[in-house]
């Protein structure tokens, strides 16, 4: 039986690192370590610092594998390129488990925030138990949504109020039009520009969240909609690549 730690690191802050996540690094065999370019290199370099404060002492090897591209494609194909994508990767964590992973050892996939939220790999994972011995366990993170609030020191959802987390993709499509109060996350669609004529329509946006390189807007979308375009395009140049989440904040009617 192999062990598969799926283990939620937090959404940048080496801070963000639980003792529980510790606890686990520490009695990891092999981490994974996913490649996804060089303009997201970063990211890994994270990883790295974590692992190295984690378990300062080592005692574990780091296995750095290619994610398979994903084809972009549009709704209604979307869901299609994500599965086709999803089953590529299923082949890529096979062949990992098998030559890289003896029987009995623990390996240990770092996902960034936490893997309940936004991440594929938990979903991964349990798929592949119906073809190999698998235990898994699953250690929370900070999630970006966390963050964002801590950084705009704002709680999610006000008195009684329910708060939905959607995507920008959804956004675009018009379906967070009858929300009140929502978080986006990862929005190529700039989404928020839905909602300039509203004036009672707040957002409170980030990216890069818990990093040396975080950023944040606030205001009336109709106020800051452009600059926050203005500021996530030259983030991205900057950067090779962007996270951003924001939260929407409608009059209640």
Known sequence: ???????????????????????????TDVV????????????????LQLLERAVPDGGYRVVSFDVPERRVAETPEY?????????????????LFMDELGEGKTGAFLV?????????????????????????EVIPGISAVQALAAAHRIALNRVGEAVTVTTGRRVAAGEA?????????????AGWRRFADEADASIYWG????????VLVAGRVAAVQDEIARVREAAQERHGWIMDTYLIRRKVS
Do not use: C
Not at 1 to 27: C, E, K, N
């Open 177 to 189: 039009d009858g929300l009140s109060n929502f978080v986006v996350m990862l929005d190529s669609h």
């Open 79 to 95: 869901q299609g390129s994500i599965d086709d994508w999803r089953g590529a990767l299923r082949g890529a964590y096979r062949g």
């Open 207 to 214: 990216a890069y969240l818990g990093t040396a390189d975080q």
């Open 112 to 136: 960034w925030g936490d893997p309940a939220l936004y991440d594929g790999t938990l979903t991964i994972i349990e798929e592949m138990r119906g073809e190999m011995a698998l235990e898994v």
């Open 32 to 47: 994974f370590l996913p490649m996804k370019g060089e303009e997201k290199a970063g990211l890994n370099a994270v990883r």
């Open 1 to 27: 039986m192999r062990t598969i730690l799926i283990v939620g690191i937090g959404a940048g802050d080496p801070a963000f690192l639980t003792l529980q996540a510790i606890a686990a690094l520490q009695r």
